[in-house]
């Protein structure tokens, strides 16, 4: 009976802390959409307001502005781009590292990943000088580069996980068929490791949608993206908190619906994944 009773305090305590976990992870996304759903007056209201009549109006303030077709369409072209190039990119090195056996093969793995760590934030002056030298600043292509390097690590590490699993015999039997190493990889590697691509494109997305840093120093107000435009309403006559949130929320949107929609091809890559990696 102690037994039975032990178990059960330990359970009703995991899913305590289950619970006030997801309280403090989704508290901040309850505050951004509450806040930017309140009137003006509202939304500076201290202590906050937890009752209030809803409006669109900071909504309206961000969706009809001059410039955020411009900022938005620069974010899809960015993001969607870095992500296209970087997992392609990607593909061809881990094919070229798992099926070429060289010597070091393993130290430029390792490698890569410790490339992965640099944080992001030692990379702006360098960058900046050196995209200034080749005439990069302030270009679309310029930000695509730099996202792709970023991520160039983390997915070589990944693809090369799935591509580990793919049996040799499948790309003999291709080979024996007259197959090329090109086709090989398009029509038979390509769609077995298509979990693995789903992960890889998933981070490269994310992480090219919502970075601030490096898109605030090397783009102008033509080139600039959504996370850099946040920085606008914050103003010499005080911080628009209605606006800055109802643009937060658009910016979190995308990102939401996309890892939603990929949610198990995420889960079964990142399973999948992890048994030779």
């Given at each position: ?23 403090v992870v989704l508290f901040p996304i309850y505050l951004m959409l509450t806040t930017s759903l309140k009137p003006r007056v509202a939304a500076f209201a201290i202590p906050p307001e ?81 995209w200034n030298a080749f005439g990069l600043i302030n270009t679309r292509i310029g930000l695509i580069l730099v996202y792709v390097a970023l991520n160039l690590a983390f997915n070589i ?121």
């Open positions: 009976m102690k037994s039975r009773t032990r178990k059960q305090i330990l359970t009703g305590l995991r899913y305590l802390a289950i619970i006030t976990g997801a309280v937890w009752t209030f009549v809803p409006t669109l109006s900071s909504y309206a303030t961000v969706l009809f502005d001059d410039n955020f077709l411009r900022f938005f369409s620069n974010s899809v072209q960015v993001a969607l781009g870095a992500t296209v190039v970087s997992v392609l990119i990607a593909a061809l090195a881990a094919y070229g590292i798992v099926r070429f056996r060289f010597k070091g093969s393993q130290v430029f793995v390792a490698g890569t990943l410790v490339l992965k760590m640099i944080p992001e934030v030692i990379l702006v002056v360098p960058v900046f000088l050196l590490w990944i693809i090369r996980a799935f591509m580990m699993e793919v049996p040799r015999e499948l790309e003999q039997s291709a080979e024996i068929d007259g197959c090329s190493e090109l086709t090989i990889f398009s029509r038979i590697i390509m769609p077995l490791i298509a979990p693995g691509l789903s992960v890889a494109a998933i981070f490269t997305f994310r992480l090219a949608w919502n970075e601030f840093v490096l898109s605030l120093a090397l783009t102008n107000r033509f080139t600039r993206t959504l996370p850099v435009a946040v920085s606008m309403y914050i103003t010499d006559v005080g911080v628009q908190w209605g606006p800055i949130t109802a643009i937060a929320t658009v910016i979190a949107l995308p990102a939401f619906i996309f890892t939603f929609l990929a949610a198990r091809s995420l889960i079964s890559g990142l399973t999948a994944g992890a048994v030779k990696g």
